[in-house]
């Protein structure tokens, strides 16, 4: 489910031409450090930066189509709606991302990462 959030929560982060498909950025948005994938279907999604099973920096892994694989420890999240592949119980935090035109604008109020029981 979908929860609106006014406009005035959101931030432009980059434009489509500073991420393109098949990648993913590093951005701090209102103090929170997030990490922004661009599928190669096109779709713009923010997630948490920090694996939520040990504290691995998402960024050093890799965007596979739709997946997102942590290195560390091979977990591997659905990067279009933040479940865990494997394991399934996982699960990332995702930030709402607006593309107005080029510009692309993420709120982070009352988003909380999420992590694995230890």
Not at 20 to 36: A, D, S, T, Y
Not at 59 to 72: D, I
């Amino acid at each position: 489910m979908m929860i609106e959030q006014s406009t005035d929560t959101f931030s432009k982060v980059c434009t489509l031409d500073d991420l393109w498909p098949g990648e993913m950025e590093v951005f701090e948005v209102q103090g929170v450090k997030i990490l922004m994938c661009h599928t190669e279907s096109g779709a713009v999604r923010a997630v948490q930066l920090i694996c939520p099973h040990q504290s691995f920096a998402l960024s050093e892994g890799e965007l596979v189509g739709e997946t997102l694989v942590c290195t560390k420890h091979m977990w591997e999240f659905d990067v279009k709606s933040g479940c865990g592949i494997n394991p399934t119980g996982a699960a990332l935090a995702q930030y709402p991302v607006k593309v107005v035109g080029e510009d692309v604008l993420v709120s982070v109020a009352g988003v909380e990462p999420k992590y694995a029981r230890p």
